[in-house]
């Protein structure tokens, strides 16, 4: 059984940066908390509850990588020293967002409404549009921004089709997708039309994640999983097998699914 390993895997830049910083806090001792997960990956959060990370209280609060509302920020800020790690692209979609906002347009969102990245959002763009489906807007001007793990393909429909849809004299497109995400999108749609049966490791609740899932299938057999202990077997007429990663799972998690894949025969 052959095995094909993405050669992007692990940590994104931006959750790799919140995840040291938050070791390196809670190793040098600083009672260290925050009010949801840093980064959407069990392994992460539960070796980060073992080094102390509190959901409670402390003196160091932590704005996880999704980023968070601009005035819960400044509220913590008056009571706790804030650690923000929220990543620098989720920043660049805020700051257009408010940009355009502040210059007149209406700015519409492509995205998952619940998701922390979108609630965020919205405190620094009161209007915006957060929506999966295509909305029909009545406005001079339109801005049209993505959330920054989803699709570049659903993106690109969403936009023409809102567009059709729309009344303006300005509609302003701009990708806000995060070019980590779509070099792993792409590596996973070469990947899974080579293998008979491909695993996507990361958080059950993972956006990016969850994403490479959905369109790997659209190509062969998917199984997602977190940790390698969910892999019992593999199918007996599998004569392929690929590995891809979301960008919040640890490299380790990663190589222990490879590591269990080969004690199941797999070679690569």
């Not at 958080?203 to 990016?208: L, P, Q, V």
């Not at 960008?247 to 590591?259: A, D, G, L, M, R």
């Amino acid at each position: 059984m052959q095995i094909v390993v993405a050669s992007n895997i692990g940590f994104c830049f931006g959750v790799k940066e919140a995840v040291e910083k938050s070791k390196e806090l809670l190793k040098a001792g600083f009672k260290v908390f925050t009010d949801d997960d840093i980064v959407h990956n069990k392994v992460v959060m539960n070796e980060l509850r073992k080094l102390g990370l509190s959901f409670k209280d402390g003196e160091i609060f932590l704005v996880r990588a999704h980023g968070l509302p601009k005035e819960k920020i400044e509220k913590l800020s008056t009571k706790y020293k804030i650690e923000d790690l929220t990543c620098k692209i989720v920043y660049n979609l805020f700051w257009l967002a408010e940009k355009f906002e502040k210059q007149g347009y209406q700015v519409v969102v492509f995205g998952k409404p619940n998701h922390p990245e979108m609630i965020a959002i919205r405190s620094y763009a009161k209007n915006a549009i957060v929506s999966l489906e295509p909305v029909a807007v009545e406005a001079e001007k339109i801005a049209l921004l993505s959330q920054t793990t989803m699709s570049v393909e659903e993106f690109e429909g969403f936009a023409n089709s809102t567009k059709q849809i729309s009344k303006f004299s300005e509609f302003l497109i701009k990708n806000t997708i995060c070019n980590v995400t779509v070099s792993r999108e792409n590596e996973t749609k070469r990947i899974a039309r080579q293998v008979d049966l491909l695993f996507v490791v990361g958080g059950k609740h993972s956006s990016n994640t969850k994403k490479l899932a959905r369109i790997a299938s659209q190509y062969t057999n998917v199984v997602h999983v977190e940790t390698a202990k969910e892999i019992l077997e593999t199918p007996s007429n599998v004569k392929s097998v690929g590995i891809v990663s979301g960008t919040s799972t640890p490299i380790e998690v990663v190589n222990k699914v490879v590591h269990r894949i080969k004690d199941l025969g797999g070679e690569q």
